[in-house]
């Protein structure tokens, strides 16, 4: 059994200049910590003894840039760059096109803009996908949650949710490469295009568990997120000298 990992990196974050004119620069370059947003995914995924490559897609115009970061960070031994799609399922199907997969082995997709995943997670999510063959991290809803109906006027609310039957769907998600490879199929023979990794297996009929996710592994969307990913980074490692300090 091999783990390999997905980073589609092909997106350019338009939702981050918050209505400048000069177009932004995509997120997963943007810099967190005097380190490239993207870095810090492929770091974690690195530190994982279990990951064997960590496959990012992107634009075709950015796989020599991404590929000199990758150098300068040292990450040559693990991390291997591939043309990405128009979007993230094109992405993610073109990396699994580029692989050599048994049936069992394990694919996991993350966002490439989620920087402050650890390898714990990871870890767990693998061992999701060993027992139950498919998974996802979810962050369990702290807010009440309403089912709406849209209308010329707004939204009206038509019920409430119970909040134990939700949770906010993160990354990574991933499932055994048959299992994901036949939902990618059913998907494009069906010209059906999901929001996640997660919509895809389920359509397919697939069982996807549930690995408990943590509010630092939010998605930088918007402007501000930089900061407060920033605030996250300053925090750890001022416990971590702290907690150095008394032993």
Avoid at 102 to 111: C, G, P
Avoid at 120 to 130: F, K, P, S
Avoid at 176 to 205: I, V, Y
Wanted: include cysteine; proline fraction near 5%; hydrophobic fraction near 45%.
């Amino acid at each position: 059994m091999r783990v390999y990992v997905i980073l589609p990196a092909a997106g350019i974050g338009t939702r981050m200049s918050a209505g400048g004119a000069t177009p932004p620069a995509p997120k997963q370059f943007l810099t967190l910590h005097g380190v490239p947003v993207l870095i810090h995914c492929l770091r974690a995924f690195a530190a994982v003894e279990r990951v064997e490559t960590v496959l990012v897609a992107v634009r075709a115009q950015e796989m020599d840039r991404v590929r000199t970061l990758i150098a300068r960070y040292g990450l040559e031994a693990k991390v291997k760059v591939v043309e990405g799609g128009e979007n993230r399922q094109g992405s993610v199907a073109n990396a699994l096109a580029t692989v050599d997969c048994a049936d069992d082995d394990v694919i996991l997709v993350h966002d490439a803009v989620r920087p402050l995943i650890d390898p714990g997670t990871i870890d767990r999510t693998i061992d999701a996908v060993l027992e139950y063959g498919a998974a996802i991290v979810g962050l369990p809803a702290v807010d009440t949650i309403k089912q709406v109906e849209r209308t010329a006027h707004g939204a009206i609310v038509t019920s409430t949710i119970p909040r134990e039957r939700i949770v906010q769907a993160q990354t990574p998600q991933g499932a055994r490469f048959d299992l994901l490879k036949r939902a990618f199929a059913e998907s494009e023979a069906d010209e059906f295009s999901g929001t996640d990794e997660s919509s895809l297996l389920e359509r397919a009929g697939i069982q996807v568990a549930v690995v408990p996710g943590f509010s630092r592994n939010f998605k930088i969307t918007q402007p501000g997120d930089i900061e407060l990913a920033e605030f996250y980074l300053a925090s750890a490692e001022k416990a971590a000298a702290e907690k150095a300090g008394t032993q």
